[in-house]
C-alpha cells in the first residue's frame, strides 16, 4: 500500500531526488525548461494532480513508478519546485469573477476548441476545471505550446484569464472512470 505523503515535503530532500531522478536533464536544473520539457517551477499543478501526472504522463515524459519515488519523494521535490519560485505573483492577488469568466470564455471563443465547460472538443483538450493553478495557466496562454496560438496581456488581460478561470474552476471534477458502472462492464 502507498504511503500517503505529508503536506509538507522537505526542499533539501526534493532538490536531490529531483536530480537522482533525472528530473534536471529534462526540466534544467532549476526546473526553468528547455527544449526538451516545459518550466515547471512554480509547480502547475497541486501536489495530488502532480503526483498523478508523474506516475501516468502525457506526451514524451516516461512515467515514474513509486519504485523509483514515492509519494512523499514527489511532496519532496513540490516542495523544491515551489522554493525556487518567485514569493509573490500577479496571478496570487487577482480573484476571478466566474459569471465575468462565462461571458469571456464565449467572447474570446474559447468553447470553439475546448467545448461550452472546458470539457474539450476534437480540436482542443479539457481545460476544466483546472486542475493546474492560475501561474501556470497564465504562462501556458502567453507561451503555449502544440497547437493552441498565443494571446498576449493586450488580446487578453490577466484579469480576463483569472476570470476564466473562476469560470472552468466552477464545474465539478468528473467521476473517474472506475466509478461509471456503464464504463466498467
Avoid: W
Avoid at 479539457?126 to 497564465?138: K, M, S
Amino acid at each position: 500500500m502507498a504511503r500517503a505523503q505529508s503536506s509538507q515535503g522537505n526542499v533539501a530532500d526534493g532538490k536531490a531526488v529531483f536530480a537522482a531522478a533525472g528530473c534536471v536533464a529534462c526540466h534544467g536544473a532549476q526546473a526553468q525548461g528547455t527544449s526538451m520539457a516545459p518550466a515547471i517551477a512554480p509547480p502547475p499543478l497541486e501536489l495530488p494532480a502532480m503526483i498523478r501526472y508523474v506516475r501516468q504522463p502525457a506526451g514524451k515524459m516516461p512515467p515514474i513508478p513509486e519504485s523509483s519515488a514515492s509519494d512523499q519523494q514527489l511532496a519532496d521535490v513540490f516542495a523544491y519546485l515551489q522554493s525556487l519560485a518567485p514569493k509573490s505573483s500577479s496571478a496570487d492577488e487577482l480573484k476571478g469573477n466566474a459569471a465575468n469568466g462565462k461571458k469571456l470564455f464565449v467572447a474570446y471563443g474559447c468553447y470553439e476548441c475546448h467545448g461550452r465547460e472546458g470539457a474539450g472538443a476534437i480540436t482542443g483538450p479539457r481545460i476544466g476545471p483546472p486542475a493546474i493553478t492560475l501561474a501556470a495557466v497564465l504562462r501556458y496562454v502567453r507561451a503555449p505550446t502544440g497547437q493552441m496560438p498565443p494571446y498576449t496581456a493586450k488580446v487578453v488581460s490577466d484579469q480576463d484569464l483569472a476570470d476564466i478561470y473562476a469560470f472552468l474552476k466552477s464545474f465539478p471534477t468528473p467521476r473517474p472512470a472506475k466509478d461509471i458502472p456503464l464504463l466498467n462492464e
